[in-house]
């Protein structure tokens, strides 16, 4: 039972357009959402996260929105670049009864294409 | 060094053979995550690690499947007599605890083959 899903395998945009993309969870509980990014043969990176508390947070060409009551989250790159082409994965965490945080739950990712 | 160090970063076994996976966290970052990535697939959760013991091992697929850590740094993940099914890559991650959340560095992962 997958509790952070992304519906989305593939995405191809055309270079300097948007794009979206989208990831969806089950546990209400989750306190964390984050953003990784991985190359082939390469670990993941951290890219952009956002606190259950908040519903949106920019970072450059980057923004994560936050959409609690829906339990759905995305990421926005804007203007996408050939570089942007990389498997973006969305993950949930959850903070443990001593405040830090516990594991962390990954979906199945979404290849990004971006053509120039 | 600088960043999560795993290795072999290729191992190609025999089918029943045991392997042994290296994970040399950030110095300091006292959890430790394992997780998988078969073909095709996203990253699976095997288990996690604060200090030296194992809060959440909840994702190990089977009792073939076996992991350690010692001194709150080097974690050793063992998988015995080991079936084609268990070829995948091996990512480790770690962080620093502390209130909050915290960014999770990855390693390069270990490219498993059972042949």
């Known amino acids: 039972d997958q509790q952070v899903k992304q519906n989305s395998p593939s995405l191809s945009v055309q270079e300097g357009r948007i794009s979206i993309l989208n990831c969806d969870y089950t546990?209400?509980?989750?306190?964390?959402f984050l953003w990784y990014k991985k190359y082939p043969a390469e670990g993941p990176t951290f890219l952009i996260s956002i606190s259950s508390i908040k519903d949106k947070n920019e970072d450059g060409r980057f923004t994560v929105f936050l959409n609690k009551s829906a339990k759905h989250l995305s990421l926005h790159i804007v203007p996408s670049q050939p570089g942007d082409s990389a498997v973006y994965f969305c993950a949930a965490s959850l903070l443990n009864y001593g405040g830090s945080q516990g594991n962390l739950i990954f979906g199945k990712g979404t290849k990004l294409s971006v053509k120039p | 060094g600088a960043g999560v160090s795993q290795s072999p970063s290729n191992k190609v076994t025999e089918k029943g053979k045991d392997v042994e996976l290296r994970c040399d966290p950030i110095?300091?970052?006292?959890?430790l995550y394992w997780y998988r990535q078969r073909l095709g697939q996203g990253l699976e959760f095997l288990i996690y690690f604060q200090g030296n013991s194992a809060p959440d091992k909840s994702g190990l697929p089977s009792d073939r499947f076996s992991a350690e850590r010692t001194g709150e740094s080097v974690s050793t993940l063992t998988i015995q007599r080991t079936q084609q099914e268990d070829s995948a890559v091996y990512l480790c991650a770690s962080s620093v605890t502390g209130t909050g959340w915290a960014e999770a560095f990855f390693g390069q992962g270990t490219r498993l083959t059972v042949v």
């Open positions: 546990n209400s509980m989750f306190d964390y």
């Open positions: 110095s300091g970052h006292t959890a």
